[in-house]
């Protein structure tokens, strides 16, 4: 479960960040390191988080914004190993 207390969430930002959590191990991996998320995943993670179907393409996007910002990071990271 997220630990609120590490940061601070908007409301409406809430479910794509604990999607975002539970996405977690579904990172897909290349050559120079995390390229993106595996979306095939993604329904069965929305399903098992009890997640409304009406929901689904909002919350896609809101992921992959988060997804961009995590991938910048690390390759920021990366790049000042």
Do not use: C, H, K
Request: hydrophobic share 50%.
């Amino acid at each position: 479960d997220l630990d609120r207390s590490a940061f601070e969430v908007w409301p409406e930002n809430l479910q794509a960040v604990e999607t975002f959590i539970a996405m977690s191990t579904q990172w897909r991996v290349g050559g120079m390191g995390a390229v993106g998320l595996d979306y095939g995943a993604l329904p069965a993670v929305l399903r098992l988080r009890g997640v409304p179907r009406a929901q689904w393409a909002d919350l896609f996007e809101q992921l992959q914004i988060i997804e961009s910002e995590a991938l910048a990071i690390m390759s920021e990271a990366r790049s000042n190993g």
